[in-house]
């Protein structure tokens, strides 16, 4: 098969295709055609160097879901058969032709929506659901700050929060970008290069932050939370090291938390991915819910779509087409 190799560590032309043997399944895995992968901030990390593969993962073919038709079932798997169509969460490897999976970390793919448009949707849902709704406990009426509105996760959780009837507010860093978010579903947004959400959000407050960021935004989110306010975390792009002052957290009450999901273990993932299952799929249909694809790329093209990551200026997502 081919697949896109990390070669090196280094800037996004480090990433060349080569041929590799297909992946050996086991008796609980699934073997998928792949026929599209989402491209993930946390793929230009790994590349970076700073984000290791979890053991059992390819170290060095990235890729963190897919799309696409089972080509073979291990003995123990009976939920799947020979061609379904499925998206998967997996913990690398996506960049490639082929990829197998645990056949409890795959979801059929709504009614409707392509291989391209399904390959977007594992990594971004998992993490929207966990992160706003299981650790962020948000509300039908309260109101969502998502910092980041027009990325992947920002688009899917405009889109959830909107569904379950909570308000959205978002950050971006433009106006196309916020006219777009509107589109989908936000109520307001924010420009953060011309426009300061701290000052803007304080009143009547916000009771969930999602926030990918880091850096100063944090004292600015723990300012503008409602009492028992809850902070969420899912990255930290400009700085992980924040300065906390405890008493007003303890006078607000606020929740501050967070979470990775690759490195989370089987059993985790596909409790959550059951969870996504029951409580979101069956509201997924092209009417509710838009995926938003920005481009695709060839494998040979994989450094293009990294480049056009690091750039930020995509609205939703970048899939890559074997």
């Not at 929207?128 to 299981?134: A, K, R, S």
């Not at 303890?250 to 059993?267: D, F, H, P, Q, V």
């Amino acid at each position: 098969m081919r697949a896109v190799i990390i070669t090196e560590f280094g800037p996004p032309d480090v990433l060349k295709v080569e041929e590799r043997p297909k992946p050996e399944y086991g008796d609980n895995e699934i073997l998928i055609q792949v026929k599209a992968s989402g491209v993930n901030r946390p793929d230009v990390i790994q590349r970076q160097g700073k984000y290791p593969a979890p053991p059992g993962a390819p170290a060095d073919i990235q890729g963190l879901e897919v799309a696409g038709v089972i080509e073979a079932v291990g003995k123990n798997v009976t939920a799947w058969e020979q061609g379904d169509h499925v998206c998967a969460l997996v913990a690398g490897g996506g960049y490639s032709e082929y990829v197998k999976v645990l056949g409890t970390h795959c979801l059929p793919i709504p009614a409707a929506f392509s291989f391209t448009e399904a390959a977007g949707l594992p990594e971004t849902f998992l993490t929207v659901w966990h992160n706003v709704f299981q650790r962020g406990k948000l509300a039908a009426g309260e109101t969502l700050l998502i910092h980041g509105g027009s990325s992947g996760i920002g688009i899917t959780a405009i889109q959830l929060a909107k569904i379950r009837g909570s308000r959205v507010v978002v950050t971006v860093g433009s106006e196309e970008k916020g006219q777009y978010c509107l589109v989908l579903g936000a109520d307001s947004y924010i420009n953060y290069k011309t426009q300061d959400f701290g000052d803007l959000l304080k009143d009547p407050g916000i009771d969930v932050v999602l926030d990918m960021v880091g850096g100063d935004y944090f004292s600015k989110n723990i300012n503008i939370l409602k009492p028992d306010g809850r902070l969420v975390y899912i990255n930290a792009m400009k700085d992980p090291v924040v300065s906390l002052n405890i008493l007003q957290m303890m006078r607000k009450r606020l929740t501050i938390t967070g979470s990775t999901l690759r490195n989370r273990e089987a059993s985790f993932k596909s409790g959550l991915i059951q969870d996504l299952r029951q409580e979101v799929w069956p509201l997924l249909n092209k009417e509710s819910f838009e995926p938003v694809v920005y481009a695709t790329f060839s494998l040979e093209e994989a450094a293009m779509a990294h480049q056009l990551m690091e750039s930020s200026r995509h609205i939703g997502k970048i899939i890559l087409v074997p």
